[in-house]
């Protein structure tokens, strides 16, 4: 290996360390609150799709997805946005659509607050034909008090926990 290499790769090794380090020690200084380094400004959006639906489609890329009965018989779907952070909640063939969509560095955001993630869904109605949510480290929360004939639910590093009953089908795939 030539001498310029490895002086080379021992100046990035001292820097990348100096780096970790006072990442390290600005990270404990905050007690680990990450939301302290947040510089992004997020604010509350409600989507109200109007239509019948009986299938729900849930794409997130991170985030909890979380289910909550609905006061006033409407669907409604809460979530926080931002410029980078965008959501869409459709009502199309008799199923409700909801998807994030994200512009930032391929499609990783930085500087985001955990919570600003989440979507909140309130269904009006108990009883659906089918759910399928998708989240790549958020968790998946169903609660008592809905009836799915079929519940299909992907996440990659969060949790799922499905308390509504299923009639035909229960498929948990998690990693």
């Keep these: 290996m030539k001498k310029s290499?490895?002086?080379?790769?021992?100046?990035?090794?001292?820097?990348?360390?100096?780096?970790?380090?006072?990442?390290?020690?600005?990270?404990?200084?905050?007690?680990?609150?990450?939301?302290?380094?947040?510089?992004?400004?997020?604010k509350k959006v409600s989507y109200t799709p109007e239509g019948e639906f009986n299938s729900i489609y849930i794409s997130a890329a991170d985030g909890?997805?979380?289910?909550?009965?609905?006061?006033?018989?409407?669907?409604?779907?809460?979530?926080?946005?931002?410029?980078?952070?965008?959501?869409?909640?459709?009502?199309s063939g008799g199923a409700l659509n909801i998807k994030r969509e994200s512009n930032g560095v391929f499609g990783i955001n930085f500087g985001g607050v955990r919570d600003a993630y989440d979507i909140k869904i309130y269904l009006p109605e108990n009883s659906y034909r089918s759910l399928s949510a998708e989240s790549d480290s958020g968790d998946v929360l169903v609660p008592e008090g809905f009836d799915f004939s079929q519940v299909r639910i992907y996440t990659k590093s969060g949790d799922a926990s499905v308390k509504s009953s299923c009639g035909e089908l229960l498929l948990v795939q998690t990693v």
Aim: net charge negative; hydrophobic share 40%; with cysteine.
């Design 5 to 42: 290499t490895k002086i080379m790769l021992i100046v990035f090794s001292c820097l990348f360390a100096v780096g970790f380090v006072t990442a390290s020690i600005d990270a404990a200084l905050t007690g680990f609150n990450y939301k302290f380094f947040n510089t992004t400004d997020f």
């Design 64 to 91: 909890n997805v979380e289910f909550y009965r609905s006061d006033d018989g409407k669907c409604r779907i809460e979530c926080m946005e931002n410029e980078d952070i965008k959501h869409s909640a459709e009502i």
